[in-house]
């Protein structure tokens, strides 16, 4: 069962800051984050480990509680080239040399001028 | 070089027809990937490929037949097609902790 992402859409006006969570039904050992604009490859943002700190870089950071398998992405003073749809991916357990992962349902950001 | 090449990138189809889907990276990978994205869906996952052994098939019909050749590579070989079957097809490679994506194949059955 694919974790659920809240909200499914969201909308901005460039500046402004936005919070995408990301929740499964499952005890996770890693979130992942990814983007994805229309027609091109998902983009790697970052991951975060079970027992791992809150991570960030830039104006993007995330953090996970692993008691609520939850997840949340948060978008500080958005920028026009933040638009796409941004999907968590989860791991239930670590495999040796690859990543099993599950994708959330999706959240897509528009960001305005 | 840190890109994963798919090709084709548009590909239409009968349910007859055989075709097959590349994918190449040339960033010392050992694990490469193949998802199936629907439109406004997120990416599921198909096969995973870890040191050129198939390690994971998610119960993927028989129509669909992965293969890789070598570290590089990996195909997916597609026979007997259904409509339903048309989608984004994704491939990605890991060295690490995270997955390079490639910008897909759009497959069309018709």
């Known amino acids: 069962q694919q974790p659920v992402q809240s909200p499914q859409a969201v909308i901005l006006r460039e500046g402004e800051d936005a919070v995408i969570n990301c929740s499964s039904s499952?005890?996770?050992?890693?979130v992942h984050w990814y983007r994805q604009k229309h027609g091109e490859a998902p983009i790697f943002l970052m991951i975060l480990l079970k027992g791992g700190e809150q991570k960030g870089h830039d104006k993007i950071s995330a953090s996970f509680n692993e008691k609520k398998q939850q997840s949340s992405l948060y978008l500080t003073a958005s920028q026009l080239s933040y638009s796409g749809t941004y999907f968590c991916?989860?791991?239930?357990?670590?495999?040796?040399?690859?990543?099993?992962?599950?994708f959330g349902t999706g959240t897509r950001l528009l960001v305005s001028p | 070089d840190t890109e994963v090449t798919q090709t084709p990138k548009h590909l239409v189809m009968g349910m007859t027809n055989k075709k097959s889907l590349k994918c190449e990276q040339h960033?010392?990978?050992?694990?490469m990937y193949w998802y199936k994205q629907k439109a406004k869906k997120p990416p599921e996952l198909m096969f995973v490929y870890s040191y050129e052994k198939l390690s994971i098939n998610e119960s993927v019909p028989s129509r669909f037949s992965p293969e890789c050749p070598n570290s590089s590579l990996l195909n997916l070989h597609l026979h007997a097609l259904q409509p339903e079957d048309s989608a984004l097809y994704l491939c990605?490679?890991?060295?690490?902790?995270?997955?390079?994506f490639g910008a897909g194949t759009r497959l069309s059955v018709l």
């Open positions: 499952k005890a996770l050992y890693s």
């Open positions: 990605a490679s890991s060295q690490g902790q995270f997955q390079y």
């Open positions: 991916g989860t791991e239930t357990g670590m495999n040796t040399g690859f990543q099993k992962l599950v």
């Open positions: 960033m010392g990978h050992r694990a």
